[in-house]
């Protein structure tokens, strides 16, 4: 199992920038494939970007193509969110979750998940 800490989050004004970084302590890091995903208040957990044990591929939701860049340093045992205009519909929990096999979207798929961090955009 490997353990996972997000950290980042805050409260920023639409257009602006966060970026979210999610530690990973415990079993290899560079073995597992990661993502991260969002909740808001009364909706279903999302899917918003995953990264391939080595980097190399890459995924995201639609919604924030061209805005949010995910990317991890496997010396530092560490993911990335880079969130760029951002805008009120990026307001979420958001999560970082680690699979052991592929970057999968759904988050059935992931065995490892951190604790959270709030993200809140004002209009």
């Known amino acids: 199992q490997v353990q996972l800490v997000e950290s980042g989050g805050g409260l920023v004004q639409a257009g602006g920038s966060l970026r979210l970084s999610c530690a990973a302590s415990?079993?290899?890091?560079?073995?597992?494939?990661m993502a991260w995903f969002r909740q808001a208040p009364g909706q279903e957990r999302e899917f918003v970007a995953a990264?391939?044990?080595?980097?190399?591929?890459?995924d995201y939701v639609d919604s924030v193509k061209g805005r949010f860049t995910v990317s991890r340093d496997n010396a530092k045992n560490t993911l990335y969110l880079q969130m760029n205009d951002m805008r009120p519909a990026d307001t979420a929990v958001y999560y970082c979750?680690?699979?052991?096999?592929?970057?999968?979207?759904?988050?059935?798929?992931?065995?490892?998940w951190g604790q959270g961090t709030q993200v809140t955009v004002s209009s």
């Open positions: 979750a680690a699979s052991t096999f592929y970057y999968y979207v759904r988050p059935g798929n992931y065995g490892s």
């Open positions: 415990g079993r290899s890091f560079n073995t597992y494939a």
């Open positions: 990264i391939s044990q080595s980097g190399r591929g890459t």
